[in-house]
């Protein structure tokens, strides 16, 4: 089994900056692509930015400019750096891993941007 634990949200004013994490642990030989999706209350969850496990990174366009996705695979874990953060950047975000053939999700973590 393999569990995942996101943290770095809060509450940011707009134009201000967070990282969030994520750490994966147990039964793990080796973890290929790793994300991060967002869920804002009464929308669907979607795609932020991904990672495979040679660097190769993608973005939604929403974020692109703004965030940037990293992960260290020494530590099994996986970074968010949100800059220039908008209101419609408030959501739950969570991470993700692909560990061999199963796709495993964290908990969550909320972002508001607010003034």
């Known amino acids: 089994q393999v569990q995942l634990v996101e943290s770095g949200g809060g509450l940011v004013q707009p134009g201000g900056s967070l990282t969030l994490s994520c750490a994966a642990s147990?039964?793990?030989?080796?973890?290929?692509?790793m994300g991060w999706f967002r869920q804002a209350p009464g929308k669907q969850r979607e795609l932020v930015a991904i990672?495979?496990?040679?660097?190769?990174?993608d973005y939604a366009a929403s974020v692109k400019g703004r965030f940037t996705i990293s992960r260290d695979n020494a530590k099994n874990t996986v970074y968010l750096q949100m800059n220039s953060l908008k209101p419609d950047d408030t959501a739950v975000y969570y991470c993700?891993?692909?560990?061999?053939?199963?796709?495993?999700w964290g908990k969550g973590t909320l972002v508001t941007v607010s003034s």
């Open positions: 993700n891993a692909d560990v061999g053939t199963r796709r495993y």
């Open positions: 147990g039964s793990i030989r080796i973890i290929y692509g």
């Open positions: 990672i495979n496990s040679g660097g190769t990174t």
